[in-house]
């Protein structure tokens, strides 16, 4: 048994992070493959905290480990937290953070788990979409920070 008492565990919500890698007033986003979880889909750049990790540390090591670009951490900006229940049963807090510069090229470093990466207009995101992405962007793009996504008693942001 843990030593760590129950009110620290958590209540099997995970956290992740995502990133709003804008350039030209278009949108970066990768495809999913062999994730075991949408795959196929598109998403913005991120996942889940590594423990011990907070937010800001998360977005950066995401974004070098996916798409191959340096943050500098003051020129990121959490714009939007998501709180999301998955029809499959999980929820999520998702922090949404938007870079407009950063060092490096980005091309896909995780081929083994991402099939493409291409740049769309804020527009032109297609319908296979992650929810916490479609969302994300769309909280982002009217100005907003907070939204819930999938619970039947609320208005979903997803766009």
């Known amino acids: 048994m843990s030593d760590v008492p129950n009110a620290l565990r958590g209540n099997g919500i995970a956290v992740a992070v995502q990133l709003l890698i804008v350039r030209d007033g278009r949108l970066l986003l990768t495809r999913r493959h062999n994730t075991g979880f949408a795959d196929g889909d598109w998403n913005a750049p991120g996942g889940r905290l590594e423990q011990g990790e907070h937010v800001l540390a998360a977005v950066i090591r995401e974004a070098n480990e996916e798409v191959g670009v340096q943050l ?43 099939s493409d990466l291409r740049w769309f207009g804020f527009d032109e995101i297609p319908p296979a ?29 997803d766009g």
């Open 72 to 114: 500098v951490p003051d020129e990121v900006r959490m714009v939007a937290v998501l709180h999301i229940q998955s029809p499959l049963g999980g929820t999520r807090i998702v922090f949404t953070f938007h870079a407009e510069t950063w060092t490096g090229e980005p091309y896909n470093r995780e081929p083994e788990r991402c």
């Open 129 to 157: 979409t992650l929810l916490s992405t479609r969302a994300g962007l769309n909280l982002f793009l009217h100005g907003e920070h907070f939204g819930v996504c999938g619970w039947s008693q609320h208005p979903s942001v």
